[in-house]
């Protein structure tokens, strides 16, 4: 059922059951982060392999020192400056959070998130969300309650419904190496907005067969439908026998149907253009197409993190 009673919400919650919730980034399925049997059903419904660890939300700094261990000068630089918002931080976890919940790693993923309604049901709770994006393992991530009742409606009792996501791309993970800052996964806060807080990080988003942060798959967010990259223009011609969809950041192609096109963002704006990109994959995924053609954005601020997503898409 989709609604916006947090009260509901947050009863749900209390009696171990998992609950779709609304952020600024995307939508997530949430569970108390304590509780180690409702913790299980949420890589039960994602259908998510158990090496791959959840972020833990709350809704304060103090409430976070209590899942904390330590918290550098630097990470609490970072969380009085993004917090609430599109931040995670890894940081090293108290015994109190399940070792489930990061799959074994003594450190914790954790992050207030920006949302009003969802920010107003964490202060009710006594404990702390878990919440992975929530879509099946590997498919697009959900920016509207609807989203998330089309692929997992009949599979958890209650999706608040917070209307469609301000972001529209995952938070920013950022952990220390040896005391290094390191972003292990691009997203709504941009390299260049971290750095200008904290100096150079490195950014090691590569991916593995051991991943460190599975946002770091190769293959990821993407649609059943093959996504391609290019040059749109010239890709167009070689796909002349297929059912083409295209997913342009800012430029209309006239040979090609309306309706089997999205634009991302005419403006040119990179804000818009990430708040648009899930839906329009998925809304592409919708109509039995034979190919995607997408175009990369600039490299640059939240360009970045969108061109991420777009390379996953691609790499199946
Ligand atoms: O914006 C977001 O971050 C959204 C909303 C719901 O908060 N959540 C989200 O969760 O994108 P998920 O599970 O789809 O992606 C979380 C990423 C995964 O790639 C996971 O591997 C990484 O965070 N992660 C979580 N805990 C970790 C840990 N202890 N160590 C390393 N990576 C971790
Ligand atoms: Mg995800």
Redesign the pocket.
């Known amino acids: 059922m989709i609604g916006k009673d947090i009260i509901k919400a947050a009863n749900y919650l209390r009696e171990g059951e998992l609950v779709g919730?609304p952020?600024e980034?995307?939508?997530?399925l949430a569970c108390n982060a304590l509780d180690e049997n409702a913790v299980s059903k949420i890589f039960k419904v994602k259908n998510r392999p158990t090496f791959?660890?959840?972020?833990v939300?709350t809704d304060s700094i103090e409430k976070a020192q209590d899942f904390v261990s330590e918290f550098s000068p630097t990470a609490l630089l970072l969380a009085h400056h993004f917090w609430a918002g599109?931040l995670?931080l890894?940081l090293p976890k108290k015994s109190i959070i399940p070792d489930l919940v990061?799959?074994g790693?003594p450190?914790?993923?954790i992050?207030i998130?920006n949302h009003p309604l969802t920010l107003s049901l964490l202060r009710q709770l006594p404990f702390p969300l878990a919440?992975?994006?929530?879509n099946p393992f590997g498919y697009i991530?959900p920016t509207t309650a609807q989203h998330v009742a089309a692929q997992l409606g009949d599979k958890i009792p209650y999706i608040l419904d917070g209307g469609s996501c301000n972001l529209g791309l995952?938070?920013t993970?950022v952990?220390f190496e040896n005391g290094m800052p390191t972003i292990?996964?691009k997203?709504?806060i941009s390299v260049e907005g971290i750095e200008k807080i904290i100096g150079k990080v490195q950014v090691k988003t590569f991916s593995s067969s051991n991943?460190?942060?599975?946002?770091?798959l190769k293959s990821h967010y993407a649609p059943r439908v093959p996504l391609i990259l290019g040059n749109i223009d010239e890709l167009i011609p070689q796909f002349a026998d297929s059912k083409i969809g295209i997913l342009s950041f800012q430029k209309h192609f006239a040979q090609i149907p309306k309706n089997q096109q999205i634009t991302l963002a005419v403006s040119g704006d990179l804000a818009e253009a990430a708040r648009h990109l899930f839906a329009a994959m998925r809304q592409l995924d919708e109509l039995n197409l034979d190919v995607i053609l997408a175009e990369l954005l600039p490299e640059q601020d939240l360009g970045r993190a969108i061109n991420d997503r777009l390379r996953r898409a691609a790499s199946q």
Not at 211 to 216: D, K, L, S, T
Request: glycine residues 12%; without cysteine.
């Open positions: 919730i952020t980034t995307v939508y997530g791959d660890p959840l972020i939300h599109a995670t890894l990061t799959s790693s450190l914790v993923a992050r998130p919440a992975p994006s929530a991530s995952e938070s993970i952990g292990y996964r997203g709504g991943p460190q942060a599975p946002g770091m």
